[in-house]
């Protein structure tokens, strides 16, 4: 598709998503730390493949986005309480349905979540798949309002509020075991020696999405059926391909 047509495109797609709607904004709430490629903020402006995407599809929805960038527990605290439509980066769980919507088709991207010990420590802990067995009494490491799933979250753990304490305190040996999105440890400490430092243990404990969910204190379903609808003919566009090789996306 040249560029013509493309422009034909999206300007179809936008008439039909905004016809009807006055202008208005979408208060979007997220993490104010780094997670590249998926969220990050660059010199003040939140930016990555999550943001673009949301911007892209506020465009042909006619709504304007207003990004929120916060530390995750008051992020999620705007969207609970309706002082902010929707939140990114964030997985299903019962206790989260009962504040949110989350809708099949706003799942912006997959990860995995995997145990992370110290490198030169790898060969003391064999993980077979088993949590319980292989966690056993010790207090595991995580970050502050993160969930990975139930038989991580009704664990004895240790949170802590950025992935730089994280690994602060395995290196300081202070714990043994600290479960993380691998795609935000690649993402954010790729490059650095912290990188070299930790290594992620398989199986990993679980596969899971990552959506925008809605806020159902302030517009329960209306809202993010609008952008379910705008974001399934967005990913029809070349503009999405675009996006998925710009940030290396593996889908």
């Not at 047509?5 to 202008?23: D, K, M, P, T, V």
């Amino acid at each position: 598709m040249n560029n013509a047509a493309l422009s034909l495109c999206l300007g179809f797609i936008f008439q039909i998503f905004a016809a009807g709607a006055g202008a208005e904004d979408m208060i979007v709430a997220h993490g104010n730390d780094n997670y590249p490629p998926m969220e990050m903020i660059v010199a003040d402006v939140p930016t990555g493949f999550h943001v673009d995407i949301v911007n892209e599809v506020a465009n042909i929805m006619g709504v304007t986005v207003q990004w929120k960038s916060l530390p995750w527990k008051r992020a999620l605290k705007m969207v609970e309480n309706g002082t902010a439509d929707a939140i990114t980066y964030i997985t299903k769980t019962p206790e989260r349905e009962r504040f949110f919507v989350f809708l099949d088709g706003n799942v912006l991207s997959s990860s995995t979540v995997n145990f992370f010990v110290l490198k030169e420590d790898e060969k003391k802990y064999a993980f077979d798949g088993d949590v319980r067995k292989f966690i056993g009494d010790k207090t595991i490491l995580k970050l502050s309002g993160f969930s990975f799933g139930s038989s991580i979250d009704t664990m004895p753990s240790h949170e802590v509020n950025t992935m730089g304490q994280v690994i602060k305190m395995l290196e300081l040996k202070r714990f043994d075991i600290a479960v993380l999105n691998r795609t935000d440890f690649i993402g954010a400490m790729k490059g650095k020696h912290e990188y070299d430092t930790l290594v992620a243990l398989t199986p990993p404990v679980r596969y899971f999405k990552n959506y925008i969910a809605f806020s159902k204190v302030r517009d329960d379903k209306t809202l993010a059926k609008r952008f379910e609808s705008a974001y399934l003919a967005f990913k029809k566009t070349p503009r999405y391909e675009e996006l998925v090789k710009k940030y290396g996306i593996v889908q």
